[in-house]
């Protein structure tokens, strides 16, 4: 089909039945966007459309506290992983909450005049350290700690798919970078963005998740991200146990920096290009090149191969980023 996609053709939603034709009801009743490219790019690999939506969905859209701080926490995710297609579609949407100058200040990535606000901002580029001492008290209640940082680990997975496997231009031709487009753009689906969603729609669609992480115990968010982890880590059977190896090695030691342009001592793409590609989806996907990707989908990969392996080493990062986090009892902000 065509669309915002590089290096693969997704089947068009159109045809989608089952579970993917729920999840696409559910993104139109829920997130205001029928067909999301964030998430019609993942179709190539279905069973990772409804865990990606129900962690989306359950923390973002679903999760407590405000839509507007979540907003914010998603954007400074979305800034620390260079992600321009993710950051204007969190600008528009912060305009659908009705917090223009919000969504503005995200667009020119400038500190927002409210102190509030720009501590959420920074807490959200933060969690792309793992361990970063800045984590730490979160500038959110206790009782939110689950929406927020669920909201930060699926736009850390969100991110990595969006960049390696996605234009970034949020809209045709970048109209997007116009203050009236964006404003307009949030206009169109305010009325669903400030709507109240009930949690846990979205956890039919998984089959039988486990109860998730000791930060999500007793929400809807635990069970979304513990499905999403487990269709994530399945693409691991699509490199070799030496190749896998170095991933793990590699992630383990990331200490969130961008590797550089030039040697990065990542895997050269003759000789070790499933490794390479795995690593640069978790540390750098906007690197990857339709070099990298024809270096290493050859048959009998496929589509579905290529995003399950960009997946996987999404969420490796995601893992190393969620496993280093401090263990805060959150408190109060003041």
Same mark, same amino acid.
Request: hydrophobic share 45%.
């Given at each position: ?15 989608? @039945?089952?579970?993917?034709? &729920? ?7 829920? $997130? ?14 279905? !069973? ?22 979540? !907003? ?12 321009? $297609? ?41 969690? =792309? ?14 009782? *939110? ?9 699926? $736009?850390?997975?969100?991110? =990595? ?20 487009? =964006?404003?307009?753009?949030? =206009? ?15 956890? &039919? ?13 007793? @929400? ?34 990331? *200490? ?25 989806? +978790? ?8 070099? *990298? ?25 995601? *893992?190393?980023? !969620?496993? +280093? ?10």
């Amino acid at each position: 089909m065509s669309g915002p996609y590089r290096y693969t053709r997704p089947p068009s939603p159109a045809a989608a @039945t089952g579970t993917a034709a &729920t999840v696409w009801a559910q993104t139109a009743s829920d $997130f205001g966007i029928a067909r999301p490219p964030t998430l019609v790019v993942l179709t190539s690999a279905p !069973e990772l459309l409804a865990p990606a939506w129900a962690l989306l969905r359950e923390s973002l859209i679903a999760g407590s506290g405000s839509r507007t701080d979540r !907003e914010l926490v998603a954007a400074g995710v979305s800034q620390a992983n260079r992600c321009p $297609f993710c950051v204007d579609a969190h600008a528009v949407l912060l305009h659908a909450t009705g917090d223009h100058a919000l969504g503005e200040a995200v667009a020119a990535a400038a500190a927002p005049r409210d102190e509030r606000a720009a501590r959420l901002l920074a807490w959200g580029r933060a969690t =792309r350290v793992p361990g970063a001492p800045e984590l730490t008290p979160p500038p959110f209640a206790a009782a *939110d700690l689950a929406s927020h940082l669920g909201t930060a680990l699926a $736009f850390h997975f969100v991110n =990595r798919i969006v960049s390696a496997l996605c234009d970034e231009n949020l809209l045709p031709a970048g109209a997007q970078r116009l203050r009236a487009v =964006r404003s307009l753009a949030g =206009r169109s689906v305010s009325r669903v963005v400030r709507a109240a969603h009930a949690p846990g729609a979205s956890l &039919t669609l998984l089959d039988s998740p486990g109860p998730g992480p000791r930060w999500a115990a007793g @929400t809807s968010v635990g069970p979304a991200y513990d499905a999403l982890r487990a269709a994530a880590a399945s693409g691991a059977d699509l490199l070799d146990d030496t190749d896998l190896g170095l991933v793990l090695e590699t992630v383990a030691r990331w *200490d969130g920096s961008h590797p550089g342009p030039g040697p990065d001592g990542l895997p050269d793409r003759a000789e070790r290009p499933g490794a390479r590609l795995a690593l640069l989806a +978790a540390l750098a996907p906007y690197r990857i090149t339709a070099a *990298d990707v024809a270096a290493w989908r050859v048959p009998p990969f496929t589509d579905r191969c290529l995003v399950r392996l960009i997946a996987y080493g999404a969420f490796a990062a995601v *893992d190393r980023i !969620e496993s +280093a986090l401090p263990v805060p009892v959150p408190r109060e902000p003041r």
